[in-house]
């Protein structure tokens, strides 16, 4: 099922997600919601407070708008960066700032620790577009927005842009309803 993504400033996109403790049904609905709305909006990462979910659940598919969706999907449940080497600057946008796209400096590998949503660990390496997804996502759940690692006078600029995409972005959403 399709759920609404959290539009910012929602304060949801600013606490921090709890662990996930029980491994079950309603889960894996979760998971499937976020694969669901994240591939009908077109991104390629969706972490659960982006649905108004406070859990620490991220999903992933950098193929999400080829022909190759749905077969290379990632979930992590509770992830953590456990080392992270280098840093590149890249262009980023995201799902709940709908229009913005900034660059910004990320580590150029991670190393992350997680579960799958039978509960069991795992540990993924990743580098390109995979470690930046990775290290967004995880700072969504983590209260942490894309903006916020910006400087100060940039994350100026990019809010001020932002709240002229944001009214355009609202109208249109009025225009479907």
Known sequence: MERDIVIYPAD???EKAEEVEEFNQEVRDLVNDMFE???KRGGVGLAANQVGVLKRVIVIDLHSRTEKQGKEQLVLINPEIISQEGEVVKEEGCLSLPG???????AAY??????????????????????RALQH???????????DRL???QKRLALE????LKRKYERELAKKR
């Open 37 to 39: 709305t994240m591939y």
């Open 110 to 131: 991670v190393k992350v620790k997680a579960q799958n949503v039978e509960g069991e660990e795992f540990e993924l390496e990743a580098e390109g577009l995979l470690a």
């Open 12 to 14: 949801v996109l600013k």
């Open 161 to 164: 842009k932002y709240r002229k």
């Open 100 to 106: 913005l796209y900034r660059k910004v400096k990320r």
């Open 151 to 153: 400087s100060p006078i």
């Open 137 to 147: 996502e995880i700072d969504h759940l983590n209260g942490i927005v894309f903006i």
